[in-house]
């Protein structure tokens, strides 16, 4: 077993884990889900992940907004250092556990497990996934998306994606949503903040958390939680690419 689940304070829907580097983040989120239907843990949606790498360089996923990253909620871990002591918070010093949280876990010894701090989430959830072409508006989508999305509720995940091919034709953006609530406060969130979106009920999909992290990393609505503890189930595409933090919105023109 690579991961073990303690849960303090049960009543007050708190707890703790301690989980090994070599789990994936599918096996994480399952193993919680089977302790309880309202925890869980802010960290990223591709479920075949180990996570050493993840937690060690930041840890991003679509509780960010509300929980920030996956570092920010580790409280305690095991690292081997180079004279092979076996160190945890205490012992290796606050400023060395301040640097595996962010820095890279290799360059400060070697992390053996990570004590983490879960977080509490509603029994159902909202998604919904939106696709605009070019002719039904997805530049002005996008510009207006750069000046509200950060402003909104910390109960909205919203991201877009913008594609060179939709449908196998145009180019255009896709939105994703994860809210933690129901469909209805949803739907009146989303029209008095963002109307031109045009989310409808039918795009809304209430669900599970656990379910939601099966939604986001590319599965069927109707596929198995189980799914997640598949090591070799997801395509492995490589590529090559560099990004960068936009500390300004885009402007318009550079879309057209």
């Known amino acids: 077993m690579r991961l073990m689940i303690q849960l303090i304070n049960f009543r007050s829907a708190k707890g703790s884990a301690w989980v090994q580097s070599s789990t994936t983040l599918g096996e994480l989120y399952y193993e919680i889900s089977k302790k309880s239907g309202t925890l ?30 996956s570092a920010d909620n580790i409280l305690d871990a095991k690292l081997i250092d180079f004279n092979g002591r076996i160190l945890d918070k205490e012992s290796m ?40 072409t070019l002719d039904r508006g997805a530049v002005g989508l996008v510009h207006k998306w750069q000046y509200i999305a950060h402003k909104m509720s910390k109960d909205i995940f919203l991201k877009v994606d913008i594609v060179p091919k939709m449908n196998g034709s145009d180019s255009g953006s896709v939105f994703k949503s994860l809210f933690l609530g129901m469909c209805t406060d949803l739907l009146n969130y989303m029209q008095k903040h963002f109307p031109e979106l045009g989310v409808k009920r039918s795009d809304c999909r209430e669900m599970s958390w656990i379910q939601s992290v099966v939604y986001f990393a590319g599965f069927g609505d109707s596929d198995p939680h189980e799914i997640l503890l598949n090591r070799g189930l997801q395509p492995k595409v490589f590529n090559k690419g560099t990004s960068d933090y936009v500390t300004d919105p885009i402007p318009l023109r550079i879309f057209l």
């Open 40 to 69: 869980a843990f802010p960290a990223g949606t591709c479920p075949t992940v180990c996570v050493g790498g993840h937690f060690s360089g930041g840890g991003l996923g679509t509780l960010v907004r509300k929980y920030s990253l």
């Open 93 to 132: 010093g606050e400023n060395r556990f301040w640097a595996i949280r962010g820095g890279g876990g290799g360059s400060f010894g070697i992390l053996l497990a990570w004590k983490l701090s879960l977080i509490q989430v509603p029994k159902t959830v909202t998604v919904f996934t939106i696709n605009k």
